[in-house]
């Protein structure tokens, strides 16, 4: 059973910065599509960036230029380097791991942007 844990969310005034990270167990982590979602209070998951396991980026529109997605292969962890914040990235964050038609969620992280 592959489990992963992210962790690094918190509450950050607007304009500041968070890191957050995906640790995975199990041995599928470098063959595996790694995925950011996000999910605002009554709306839907979306996604925010994902990075093949070559490490072809794609951004959402919303976060290009302010968001960076990276995976350290031997440690089997993803990153999501959010800077230059606003209010509305406010959402618990997700990180995804797919392979083929198996895919794998984590619990997700709360991330607030507030002053």
């Known amino acids: 059973q592959v489990q992963l844990v992210e962790s690094g969310g918190g509450l950050v005034q607007p304009g500041g910065s968070l890191r957050l990270s995906c640790a995975t167990s199990?041995?599928?982590?470098?063959?595996?599509?790694m995925g950011w979602y996000r999910q605002a209070p009554g709306k839907q998951r979306e996604l925010v960036a994902r990075i093949s396991s070559g490490s072809n980026t794609y951004y959402a529109d919303f976060v290009k230029g302010r968001f960076t997605i990276s995976r350290d292969n031997a440690k089997k962890t993803v990153f999501l380097q959010m800077n230059s914040l606003k209010p509305e990235d406010t959402a618990v964050y997700y990180c995804?791991?797919?392979?083929?038609?198996?895919?794998?969620w984590g619990q997700g992280t709360q991330v607030t942007v507030s002053s």
């Open positions: 995804k791991a797919t392979l083929g038609s198996i895919v794998y």
């Open positions: 199990g041995s599928m982590f470098s063959r595996s599509t």
